[in-house]
């Protein structure tokens, strides 16, 4: 089975590559670095699964011209803070501006929070859009629940992992290891997936 997944990122190659391995299923995993695709998809998608579905189509229309029929996978994830009436949201990766820095983005986010004692829940979201070479489109979401906390923690990683506890733990994502963490909102994703997947005998 080949997929094109809807990244340059050579690191979520490698982790989305990694799941399909814990899954005992083969699979080549194709970037868009790989197929030539360097055009600016615009996410102006009101939703997670607008702006998957808007990247997977983008995509979707390039593979069709140039005689590619394998796969397409495209993801939108993101942080839903409760208080803030789910922003960031599909803004996430441009919070506070394009490409501000990770220090700036968490400021902004707690500054807008300070004054907020309880109602500090939040989701993490992803949602995967599959498109088939047959042209059906397979949506799925994956979350998961905790809240955010009042001071950073261990910097790096997600953007937003520094500030989000997850349900059941006292700490920040960023300073639980994996294997304490289980199934994130994107392994969650993948998990569906591939059940859809199987159930078409893809694998």
């Known amino acids: 089975m080949k997929i094109i997944y809807g990244t340059s990122n050579e690191a979520k190659r490698k982790q989305v590559e990694e799941f399909f391995k814990t899954k005992n299923i083969k699979v080549e995993i194709l970037t868009l670095k790989e197929i ?15 702006n998957s579905l808007i990247k997977a189509l983008a995509i979707r229309k390039y593979c069709d011209d140039h005689h590619l029929s394998e796969i397409i996978v495209t993801d ?3 942080l839903c803070v409760d208080c803030l009436n789910g922003e960031p949201g599909v803004y996430s990766a441009r919070y506070a501006g394009d490409h501000a820095p990770q ?5 902004k986010l707690l500054d807008n929070m300070k004054n907020v ?3 500090r829940g939040a989701t993490f979201v992803c949602v995967l859009t ?10 799925v979401r994956g979350e998961t ?8 923690g261990t ?32 392994g969650k994703a993948f998990i569906e997936l591939v059940a859809r997947l199987k159930e078409r005998g893809f694998c």
């Open 130 to 139: 599959a498109i088939m070479p047959d042209g059906e489109e397979i949506v």
């Open 76 to 78: 939108d994830a993101g």
């Open 36 to 50: 030539r695709f360097t055009e600016e998809i615009p996410e102006n998608g009101t939703t997670f699964e607008e």
């Open 145 to 152: 629940k905790g809240r955010i906390a009042k001071e950073p």
């Open 117 to 119: 004692e309880e109602r």
């Open 155 to 186: 910097m790096g990683k997600l953007t937003y992992g520094p500030v989000f506890i997850p349900d059941g733990f006292s700490k920040v994502m960023n300073d639980l290891t994996d294997e304490e963490i289980g199934v994130t909102h994107r």
């Open 103 to 107: 220090e700036i983005v968490l400021k």
